[in-house]
């Protein structure tokens, strides 16, 4: 059995390892910004095939105890790189830490680098050239303030890019969080959802996917394919298997406007690009006049946020408005806000019943649930 890590946004884990378990993975815990699992290289494959909330699969190679950078060194130095994948690949060697003592993280990269390029040469008789902007082989280094750990990337592109969206926002949110917020606002392809400021449409994108049973990973290729323990049968198996899985592009129930001719643009040319253009209902609207499509449902959304003065005075008139559009024109609806503003809530002028903390990128945000009762909340009064 290999051991493997799949990190994923903060805030997401959880849902991570429940899916993890469904791909049939073993000895599965959950820590900050990932998931540790065991299994063999099939289950690999599925989580980089099939998982919606990872970024990435990592293949732990070595761990254990280091007091220098020397220490590291040499435990790079004999590892058997050269039965893992061919010197012709070109290697990047990334490093994070959590409360390591040592000062330069910068020396300790070198220090991998040269361990990893000094072995393969003396295995194979070359050195492995260094590429940082597209490397056939990721190596990735974590330290903590008394352990090392070194793993081989298997995804290369992060799997948040799912090969298809073409155009994005000023500050896109990520497609494994779009994934995420669905999965933490309990949506179900057979309710309706609505995103009236859907942006370049990720979260439509994503929900269309889910709904369809497309697998997020069949667009794309994957470092795994690189190694030389690559089962290509079995891969192919799997891709097929997933492929055959999907659903007819019909229209379904699910809802997609904005204000912006420019960006409701951009959602469309990204759901052409991914052949959803019939599965979702996509017009220009202001999120001020607009009401519901149906009866009941949920919405999801990820409302702006200002960084500049003026943006910031534009939003404190505009989330008052939005607590009364929602209040008014979307009783029996659950509405999912994801918002790094976190005046938001007292601005709007409604009441959260859940706010979960989660990251999109570096970003610190926050998930708030708004429950919209039919009627409000008052009762009554008995006719006289």
């Known amino acids: 059995m290999e051991n493997f890590f799949a990190t994923c946004p903060r805030g997401l884990e959880p849902l991570l390892a429940e899916e993890l378990q469904q791909l049939k993975a073993e000895k599965i815990h959950a820590v900050g910004g990932g998931v540790g699992f065991g299994g063999d290289f099939l289950v690999c494959y599925r989580a980089n095939l099939e998982s919606r909330i990872a970024s990435r699969v990592l293949w732990q190679v070595a761990t254990g105890g280091y007091r220098n950078e020397d220490d590291i060194y040499r435990a790079a130095y004999a590892l058997p790189w050269t039965d893992w994948f061919d010197p012709v ?12 003592p040592l000062t330069s993280l910068n020396f300790v990269t070198l220090k991998i680098k040269d361990a990893v390029c000094d072995k393969i040469r003396r295995l194979s008789g070359r050195r492995p050239d260094v590429d940082t902007r597209q490397p056939d082989i ?3 280094g974590h330290l ?17 890019k799912r090969g298809q969206r073409m155009a994005t926002g000023e500050a896109p949110l990520r497609e ?8 933490l606002a309990g949506w179900v392809p057979v309710t309706p959802l609505l995103d009236p ?4 449409g990720t979260i439509l994108l994503e929900a269309a996917h889910m709904a369809l049973d497309v697998a997020p990973g069949l667009g794309r290729h994957f470092t795994f394919e690189k190694f030389k323990n690559f089962d290509a049968h079995r891969w192919r198996e799997f891709w097929q298997r997933s492929a055959g899985r999907q659903k007819p592009k019909v229209p379904l129930a699910i809802y997609g406007s904005d204000s912006s001719g420019d960006v409701l643009k951009a959602a469309r040319a990204n759901l052409m690009a991914a052949g959803l253009e019939k599965v979702v209902s996509l017009k220009r609207a202001n999120v001020l006049d607009i009401s519901a499509p149906a009866k009941e449902g949920i919405i999801v959304t990820n409302p702006p946020y200002g960084v500049r003065l003026g943006e910031q005075q534009a939003l404190a008139e505009f989330y008052p408005k939005l607590g009364d559009v929602l209040k008014k024109q979307f009783s029996g609806w659950r509405a999912y806000l994801l918002s790094g503003d976190m005046r938001l809530p007292k601005l709007i002028r409604l009441a959260a019943s859940k706010r979960t903390p989660l990251y999109n990128g570096a970003l610190e945000c926050r998930l708030f649930e708004y429950k919209m009762v039919e009627g409000g909340m008052r009762k009554k009064k008995p006719d006289s």
């Open 197 to 200: 400021m859907c942006g370049s």
């Open 89 to 100: 690949r070109r290697i990047r060697v990334d490093v994070s830490a959590t409360k390591s």
């Open 138 to 140: 990721p190596i990735q």
């Open 176 to 183: 494994n969080l779009a994934a995420g917020i669905l999965r």
């Open 144 to 160: 903590t303030d008394r352990d090392f750990t070194l793993y081989l990337d298997t995804t290369g592109e992060p799997l948040f």
